[in-house]
């Protein structure tokens, strides 16, 4: 891909990645339907069977979940470039929205009309958490394995004060030792 060519779609990604940042509230789960919808729906930029697995790695490494999501995307796109601009997309919104609440937020806190608005949009919020759990649940494999790793994961991030980014290498470490099982008897569980 030429120079040119990834300068075109990164200044897309800026572009896709900024309404995704401007018009999403709740944070990076979620944004997942939307870039979803965008990226592999709409725009073809990646697969929509690929999003999980972008979402997982994403969630894996340090850093907020749609930033990560964002920065691979947009390097799977137009690389170095394509990141950059998806990042900054997706981080501008926030941060200038920021800037204005802060200023703003403790002179009108106490106004009922903008603690029914934050009502409303936290409902909104988790809809939209809720559609990206449904979402993966459908492409998710159904089994044995798999049931048994989501339900102790469960358990251990809801009831503990144990380390989440112990919780998820363990759960990579489950999954890999899971597949050399597999492989070395010729069967899945």
């Known amino acids: 891909m030429s120079l040119r060519e990834r300068l075109r779609k990164a200044w897309q990604l800026f572009l896709i ?11 990076g789960y979620a944004m997942i339907p939307l870039i979803e919808y965008e990226t592999a729906e709409r725009r073809h930029l990646v697969e929509k069977e690929e999003i999980s697995d972008i979402v997982a790695i994403a969630e894996s ?3 907020p979940i749609a930033i990560n999501s964002a920065t691979f995307i947009g390097y799977r796109t137009a690389g170095v470039p394509g990141a950059v601009a998806a990042t900054l997309g997706v ?10 609440i802060a200023y703003f937020l403790r002179r009108i806190m106490d106004y009922p ?25 459908k492409r998710a494999d159904h089994h044995v394995f798999g049931w048994c790793v989501m339900v102790l994961s469960f358990l251990w991030a809801a009831f503990t004060d ?5 919780l ?11 597949c050399l099982v597999c492989e070395k008897g010729g069967k899945r569980l």
């Open 61 to 63: 490494t340090p850093g």
């Open 91 to 100: 981080v501008l919104p926030s941060f200038c929205i920021i800037l204005v």
């Open 17 to 27: 990645f900024l309404k995704i940042g401007g018009f999403t509230f709740g944070g």
């Open 168 to 178: 998820i290498a363990l759960c990579g470490l489950a999954g890999f030792v899971y």
């Open 113 to 137: 009309v903008v603690q029914y608005a934050f009502f409303g949009i936290r409902a909104g919020v988790l809809a939209l958490i809720v559609k990206a759990v449904i979402s993966f649940w």
């Open 162 to 166: 144990w380390s989440v980014i112990l």
